[in-house]
């Protein structure tokens, strides 16, 4: 198991390329890594030049990664000579901004037609590379967004208005009003979502490529393996914690799946788990990874920006909640191990905790960097760019004393020949983590761009509000209700579209109706959207993580679906205990808090329990019954409803475990 690598998953690589276009896309992917490493560390760029170059070139390698008709097909004369159009228009969309920013600047309005048509352009641009990067379902919702601006009495599209219910009715604007809105000002497709993807999101990206390409993965599966293999169902607990390792550098839950899940699903099924099973749980576990301090995916950075509270207050606030879904996940694979009677791997199957940290400690240290320049209020854009140096200078020296002193060729002189080898297998290396780190980008930067776009609309509509005001008339000024109406909404949304862009959007409608209207905390109402939106991972009839653990599981999708919809269920619980008690969040007396999160996770092991039908030993009808009154009281903002709930579950779960005590005698 030591002995293999784990490959890193490169968006596009299956695309029909030539060799000349793959050269091509290395070309564009390096140049912009190394614009962004630049940017970030060497000399920072003004807000529009960063964000229209980074744009440019993220295009211009959609739309040279992903052939218009598809991966399956090759380009042709009539696909290329349309790809080469819409290439040139990604560089018309930064090019032109960048060489006339000052006059645009002058005009402050007034937007000459040149700069009308060359920002419908750059939006047909956009909407086009997201529909190749993201998915028809983002480019869809965006072209929605701009026929609703256009609808209204004033508007490009009169009749349109017309089919508009009375809450959503504005006045409408015209071609000139939407474009600069979206193109020349600071709130459309170069806004805040574009700002985070530019700067935050893409250097950690790069991070955590070159983490991939440099054997990471392995290492962090390895860990977890020697931590945990011996134990019941050792594998699949493996499966949890290497998933939230892998997870808090991977931006994505489906890489995370089959990065990680190459590894741990054949070993869970050999030890006994069903396939559905295996595969449901590293979904699970892997969707988990996004709301893993300190990166998060994207969510972390994201949230700082739109509430305005540091990156590092996010981060710290969002471990414990981190913890008690993996937690909750972990519980999940217990029991079932439990159940059924599952032994863990034998010591000779395993890896040592020696070897593996002597093989690779060294990833460690740019975490460790990492963490303690944010520590030290550093701006992350900037944390970032030295924790790529500080793994790359890391990486040298390591390789240095393993070619000098280490090495299979011991005893050998130093020649140049085997010096340049060792110098241009390096390099090479190099150039794997900037591409892979600029292809990982796309998507993301991408589903930021279109979700500007939304954005762009809500702000010039007025829609934000008057979707509050809708919400808050369906929901009868009920919370819950009105975060049950939150869940369908990420749930619908996700089907469609990425985390990242799902978040933005639910956000951005509901946001201002749970913080103003329904008083939930600024932080708290980001972060129970930020959750609800990684449902989609999971939750059938749309689980992109559950069908990529399906196929490796050589499990049906749906099945998988929902055993992993199953283990997830942190994803619902955990955002409404943030809610109800927002001390464990936002603070508050010492012994409170303590008391939160300690009914909190004994409610997570009771509904696991619950749902499984076992802990200790089987649990009877009844008491699982029972259970679930009182997990919902520990969720009830009383304290005498908490202390009930507590009690409840206590005496089950004791007796419980008493009759397991009473069942072992009897057994032997």
């Known amino acids: 198991m030591t002995d293999t690598a784990v490959s890193p998953v490169i968006p596009g690589s299956q695309a029909n390329h030539s060799r000349a276009m793959l050269w091509l896309i290395s070309l564009v992917a390096i140049t912009l890594s190394l614009f962004q490493l630049y940017s970030a560390g060497i000399q920072p760029l003004g807000l529009f030049y960063q964000r229209s170059i980074h744009l440019a070139l993220i295009m211009m390698l959609a739309f040279l990664m992903f052939p218009v008709f598809g991966p399956a097909h090759k380009r042709g004369l009539l696909g290329g000579g349309i790809d080469l159009m819409f290439f040139a228009g990604a560089v018309l969309t930064g090019g032109y901004l960048v060489l006339n920013l000052d006059a645009i600047f002058q005009r402050a309005g007034f937007w000459s037609q040149t700069d009308i048509v060359v920002g419908c352009i750059a939006t047909l641009t956009v909407l086009e590379a997201s529909r190749r990067a993201v ?32 809450i959503l009715e504005h006045r409408g604007y015209n071609i000139d009003r939407v474009v600069g809105q979206l193109y020349l000002g600071q709130e459309g497709i170069f ?35 020697a931590a945990t293999g011996r134990q019941r169902g050792g594998p699949a607990k493996a499966a949890v914690i290497a998933s939230a390792g892998m997870g808090s550098i991977s931006g994505s839950a489906i890489a995370n799946v089959v990065t990680t899940g190459a590894f741990t699903i054949p070993l869970m099924k050999r030890l006994g788990y069903k396939p559905e099973q295996a595969g449901g749980i590293e979904a699970a576990a892997s969707t988990g990874g996004q709301i893993m301090p300190p990166l998060m995916g994207a969510g972390a950075f994201l949230i700082a920006e739109y509430t305005r509270i540091p990156y590092l207050d996010v981060v710290k606030v969002s471990i414990f909640p981190a913890i008690m879904y993996f937690g909750t996940v972990y519980l999940f694979v217990h029991i079932i191990a439990l159940k059924q009677g599952m032994q863990g791997m034998s010591k000779d199957e395993l890896p040592k905790v020696g070897d ?18 944010l520590v030290m209020s550093m701006s992350p854009m900037r944390v970032g760019y030295y924790a790529i140096i500080t793994m790359l200078a890391v990486a040298v020296l390591r390789f240095a004393v393993w070619f000098f002193f280490v090495g299979p060729k011991r005893g050998e002189p130093v020649t140049a020949p085997r010096l340049w080898q060792a110098v241009r297998t390096g390099f090479i290396k190099l150039l794997q983590g900037l ?5 990982n980008a796309v998507s993301v930067s991408m589903a930021c761009a279109v979700a500007g776009i939304i954005v762009g609309v809500v702000g010039l509509t007025g829609l934000g509000l008057k979707f509050s005001a809708m919400m808050l008339a369906f929901s009868g000024g009920n919370l819950l209700l009105a975060l049950v109406m939150i869940l369908l909404a990420s749930l619908v949304l996700g089907m469609g579209l990425p985390v990242t862009a799902s978040y933005i959007v639910l956000i951005v409608l509901v946001g201002p109706a749970l913080a103003n209207e329904f008083g939930v905390p600024l932080l708290i109402a980001h972060l129970v959207v930020f959750w609800y939106s990684q449902d989609s991972n999971v939750t059938p009839p749309i689980a992109l993580a559950g069908f990529a653990g399906a196929a490796i599981a050589g499990a049906k999708p749906m099945p998988t679906s929902f055993q992993a919809w199953k283990f997830a269920k942190g994803l619902y619980l955990i955002p409404l205990f943030m809610v109800y008690n927002p001390e464990i969040i936002v603070g508050g007396p010492v012994l409170l808090v303590i008391w939160s999160g300690l009914s909190a996770l004994l409610a997570l092991g009771a509904f696991a329990a619950a749902l499984e039908g076992y802990l200790f030993t089987r649990l009877s009808w009844g008491s699982r019954v029972v259970l679930l009154p009182a997990i919902v009281g520990v969720f009830y903002p009383s304290l005498v409803a908490e202390m009930a709930g507590v009690g409840v579950m206590v005496v089950i779960l004791a007796g419980n475990w008493l009759v397991s005590r009473r069942e072992q005698p009897a057994a032997a």
């Open 435 to 439: 591409e892979l780190g600029a292809r």
């Open 135 to 166: 998915g028809l379902g983002m480019t869809i919702i965006g072209i929605i967004a701009i026929l609703y601006a256009f609808a209204g009495p004033r508007g490009e599209l009169p009749w349109l208005g017309e089919f508009l219910p009375g």
């Open 191 to 225: 806004g805040l979502p574009m700002g985070v993807a530019a700067t935050y999101i893409f250097i950690f990206v790069l991070f955590g490529a070159f983490l991939e390409i440099t054997g990471a993965g392995k290492f962090f599966i390895d860990l977890a393996y």
């Open 356 to 373: 593996v940290m002597a093989s690779g400690w060294h990833f460690l240290l740019p975490l460790a960097v990492l963490v303690w320049l």
